[in-house]
């Protein structure tokens, strides 16, 4: 094979080259097959097990065997009670978000492992007291309360910093979400199935996700790809320990001074800029922005927002191949995630690649349609939007958010069915229906970049902080 | 031919047939996955039944059925940068012996491990079509039933596919 060779025909070669040898089809069902039998018999034989120990453990049967009938009269009941409607209220979770004192988040990717793991102590009113963040394999931060320890494990370096300076967060002032949880969040599905388990199926704004209650403790289970738990945690998971030839920089006040390591100014220096980063991409600065956010994705790589945002700034700069590069990264890193399919569907619709952007488009679309009915649900498309929401500098409000949103589908789509802020409700729910419409009979897209924009009503005084 | 969407959906109905049918179709394009990481025929095929073995049982976690494709490419990349960590080479050569290399030290060419390492660069949807036209010895009219997308849609796939390929080789070989 040569470079001077068709494409095509050095495709096929490599394709004979990698298809030569025995196929591995037999092999794979032989395993799974394996596994299956494996699997029944482990649990064929625990069940066993169980009911060998229940009989020999006890000496009377009898009443042993009345008690199994007793119990499961009781456990019928229980069934009977639960698979009736139970009629649920988002006020009850508010509630038992109350009694909570613990938090467990838990988050895999597409195959089961564990991607990120954190643990909360709530302290009153529901303010975080305790921390503990590990995203393997480099990020790990532990907060005792008083102090904030970041574990750079690839600097073999703990910095700790006063609890006041620096802290993590999970989704900032819970309190905020179960407020929009309360005033916003709606009920989908009672007692639907969440993986083999009946739950209700909740839409939270703010978390612009899906969540799943549990109909026993109405605590929800899973917000989004997240799992949350309220056990308590093990024993030493707040403790700030250092691990065995780990150097310490120790940046709380009254600390002596050290002479900190190079790195650790340039991580500092990179916080700063991301913060003037967003303001230049938000005031329109966006020369500035990308060198600033350059800096940023250079110090810290897995800052996602900032991976975005530079996408984002590229994008408005025109320099459509590298706005495609970087929000293909973000995708990478972040998952499947709307916002970042629309963003990275109008570059690749800029670049005339019509296919590639009609598939991105195709992946926001649903969330897109869905925030007609449920703006607040559409609140990180804001957010990617518009980074002084990080801050809570700017709250959207509902017809704002409804606003872009439709301008967002009028760029993406080409399609108008005349929504119009000034026009009457049925007018809109018109409009709206002819959205949905559309969507489900698989419309046709045409990213339209001259379309006509509904202006965007003005934010109010209260909103704008 | 059956779409990828429809044979998960019959995995996932306790139909194993139609998984050995994903397995057909996707190991030639797996094993690509693998030897891209591993540079090795021995290991990659190792590796490329535990990535559809780890697949099977994670099926159910699959939210989008016709993502099957880019699904298990991730999840082969994933298993080859594990068994790259833990030295997998060592043991595969023992286990692995039917596995005809394409050269003695069954290692692909220098040109060849090019193009499969630009292949494996491009962007989601192309590389998938690609890999199975090429790879899996689809037609493209195969290929489209495959990934539930017209016949155009994949023919313009694979023709952006060969540009981008040209010019990730040229700037490969600068």
Known sequence: ?465 | MQSDAELVKACLNGEREAFAELVKRYEHPVRAVALDVLRDYHSAADVSQDAFVRSYKNLPELRKADAFGPWLMKITRRCALDAAQRGLRETALDSATNVTAESKDGQLDEYKQRLLGAVVKLPEGEKQVVMLRYFGGHSVKDVAEIVGRSVGTVTKQLSRAHRRLRNLLKESER
Request: aromatic content about 10%; hydrophobic content about 40%.
């Open chain 1, 1 to 465: 094979m040569t470079s001077e060779e068709p494409i095509e025909e050095r495709l096929e070669n490599l394709g004979r080259a990698i298809g030569s040898g025995e196929s591995i089809v037999d092999d794979v069902m032989g395993r799974i097959e394996v596994s299956s039998v494996a699997e029944y018999e482990r649990r064929k034989k625990s069940k066993a097990e169980l009911i060998e120990r229940r009989f020999i453990m006890s000496r009377f049967t009898k009443l042993a065997a009345a008690a199994v009938i007793i119990i499961a009269v009781m456990l019928l009941i229980n069934f009977l009670d639960k698979s009736a409607p139970s009629a649920y209220a988002i006020e009850q979770t508010i509630e038992a978000f109350k009694n909570v004192r613990f938090l467990h988040l838990v988050r895999r990717d597409e195959i089961g492992q564990v991607e990120d793991e954190r643990w909360i102590e709530l302290g009153l009113h529901g303010r975080q007291v305790k921390y503990r963040q590990d995203t393997p394999p480099a990020f790990l931060a532990v907060e005792d309360g008083k102090t904030t320890a970041v574990y750079h494990k690839d600097k073999n370096t703990v910095v700790l910093w006063s609890n006041r300076e620096k802290q993590y967060q999970w989704v900032g002032d819970l309190g905020v979400f179960l407020e929009n949880l309360r005033q916003d969040g709606k009920i989908i599905e009672e007692n639907a199935d969440y993986q083999g388990q009946v739950a209700h199926r909740v839409l939270w704004p703010m978390m612009n996700a899906e969540c799943y209650v549990d109909t026993e403790t109405k605590l929800p289970i899973a917000v989004g790809s997240t799992e949350l738990s309220y056990e308590q945690p093990p024993f030493g998971t707040f403790e700030i320990t250092i691990p065995e030839g780990f150097a310490v920089v120790d940046k709380r006040p009254g600390a002596a001074a050290t002479d900190e390591p190079d790195w650790l100014n340039d991580l500092q220096v990179a916080d700063k800029y991301f913060h003037q980063a967003r303001y230049a991409l938000v005031s329109g600065d966006y020369e500035k922005a990308a060198e600033l956010f350059e800096y940023v994705v250079e110090k810290h790589p897995r800052r996602n927002w900032a991976l975005f945002w530079l996408g984002k700034t590229y994008y408005e700069l025109g320099e459509y191949d590298l706005a495609i590069e970087k929000l293909s990264k973000v995708l990478d890193m972040m998952g499947s995630q709307p916002y970042g399919h629309y963003a990275r569907g109008l570059a690749y619709a800029q670049k005339g690649l019509e296919d590639e952007a009609k598939q991105d488009f195709e992946e926001a679309l649903p969330w897109m349609i869905r925030a007609l009915r449920e703006p607040m649900g559409a609140a990180m498309f804001e957010y990617a939007d518009d980074p002084r929401l990080r801050e809570g500098r700017y709250r959207p409000t509902e017809e704002q958010i409804l606003a872009r949103m439709i301008n967002r589908l009028r760029l993406a789509t080409g399609q108008d069915f005349g929504y119009d802020s000034d026009a009457s409700t049925e007018e809109n729910e018109n409009a709206i229906a002819g959205w949905e419409e559309w969507y489900e009979t698989g419309g046709e897209i045409k990213f339209t970049p001259d379309a006509e924009l509904l202006p965007v009503p003005e934010a109010s005084e209260e909103a704008e902080k």
